[in-house]
């Protein structure tokens, strides 16, 4: 999970602009009465993300005489679509460096997740805090369930830093053709929440087999270049090699497949010494 700054724009300015951009006069009427609420329920959903909380936010079925299908048609035909807040939808989506998913760090992001479902919380249906850019698989692999305790959260990159420790893991797997196994390992340091959660978000996100697949393919990349160095160099040359791209990932995310992989390679005896052929 890789951090993000949380968006500035308010919730109750997104919702202004959806009531004066929807056709339905009644429906821009009824919206314009929960500005209060859209605003108290944003505030409070910070309070709850900065402190870990927000699975004891409570659930409802609408808002005001605004219904909980409204609310996600606001959202899907409005928010997203027109021209009042369509590049508002889009700055959000465009947050992360390089577009890259901040739910499992590898593939590109195409939507925007509701951290807290909007079926069950139609309050916070376009609150920006709310709103997570990510890739389509981690869209679909959250499911829309309420999180029952603290340690039931997944990770949320506006309120969790876990960027700045080393936690992400691979093993090698002495086999022909070799394999990169992967695994969560939070500092002792850290609050149990805190650990329970990174694991939680690293098994509902499948990040062990995603890391997999993409190292799979790398080991097949360098294959060559580490036997042309085996040919004029030693196991030590290898190594060397082996390390100096682990480094060079560690300075980009310590918690990247690549620096796991790289660190666990230049780490195994059996590999440097011909486990890559
Ligand atoms: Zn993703």
Redesign the pocket.
Known sequence: MRRLIRPAYAARDMLDLCAHSIRDEDLTVRLELIGDQIEEAEAAYIQHGENETLFSITQSVGIGDVTSDEMKRVYKGTFAKSKSTRHIYDAIKKLPPNDI?P??G??TVGTLDHYLAQSLHPTLVVTPANLVP??G??NKAKLDAQPGVANEQTLHPYFDNVDDDLWLYASVEERSPVAMLYFPDPPSGWSETMQTRLRLHFRT?GLGALYASHSAVELTNIRYGLQRIAERGTVDDIRADLLRRAESSAAAHINSWQTAMYTALGASDWFCSGGYN
Do not use: G
């Open positions: 998913c739910m499992c590898q593939r990510s890739c698989d981690c996100f």
